[in-house]
């Protein structure tokens, strides 16, 4: 993991890159949660990685890493309620536009994970798998993904009968079962649940 596109971008007078990317657009329960960070030089050797792909421990550490070494850093979220107002897309991108505007830095250009520009109101590109191209955007998808996951922990506690802790919100066999034992949570997407019969 290298800094490419951050050197190409700077060398183009884009002083400040930040990397932008999401967790939890596919959950049933929960935020979706979305980080900007904009990281100095030299953090090659760390061991970021597309959060996907480390374990939760290794996570965890890069985490603290991440915000301690950042020139700026900032994770944001849209709740279940906006999610079902605007749909997962747009709720995704405010997200990412409350993430880039968090900034303790203004960005003068914004890496964005996918295929689809946000509209954050500064300069975007787009990097498809981004989490494994760019090392901000690498380091946003961790702290997003960390963040959303001690997010669903304090709602376990708050919520303990469909175990969020297990699963994060996630469709799986488990949490599909607690919803129909239980019904439905004041942290549920509803616009999620509309297919829920055909399970």
């Known amino acids: 993991m290298t800094y490419e596109y ?4 700077r060398s183009q007078g884009f002083a400040a890159v930040c990397g932008v990317d ?6 049933l329960a929960g935020p979706v949660f979305a980080a900007a ?6 953090l090659e050797n760390i061991g970021l990685n597309d959060s996907k792909k480390l374990t939760e421990k290794k996570r965890d550490a890069l985490f603290d890493i991440i915000t301690e070494k950042a020139v700026a850093w900032c994770v944001a979220s849209a709740d279940e309620k906006e999610i079902d107002e605007l749909n997962i897309l747009n709720a995704t991108f405010l997200a990412m536009k409350r993430a880039v505007d968090g900034l303790a830095v203004r960005p003068d250009l914004a890496l964005i994970d996918g295929n689809r520009r946000p509209g954050t109101g500064i300069r975007e590109e ?4 981004g989490d494994a191209k760019s090392i ?6 961790i ?3 960390v963040s959303r996951d ?3 922990l304090e709602l376990d506690k708050k919520y303990p009968e469909y175990c969020f802790a297990k699963h994060k919100g996630y469709p799986t066999a ?5 919803i129909k034992k239980y019904g439905v949570s004041p942290v549920h997407r509803l616009s999620f649940l509309k297919t829920l019969d055909k399970h």
Do not use: C, Q, W
């Open 6 to 9: 951050e050197n190409l971008y």
């Open 22 to 27: 999401e967790a939890g657009r596919g959950p």
């Open 37 to 42: 960070v904009i990281l100095p030089d030299g």
């Open 126 to 129: 787009t990097i498809v798998k």
């Open 136 to 141: 901000s955007i690498a380091a946003a998808s």
């Open 143 to 145: 702290l997003a993904k």
């Open 150 to 152: 001690r997010y669903m």
């Open 174 to 178: 488990l949490h599909y079962e607690m």
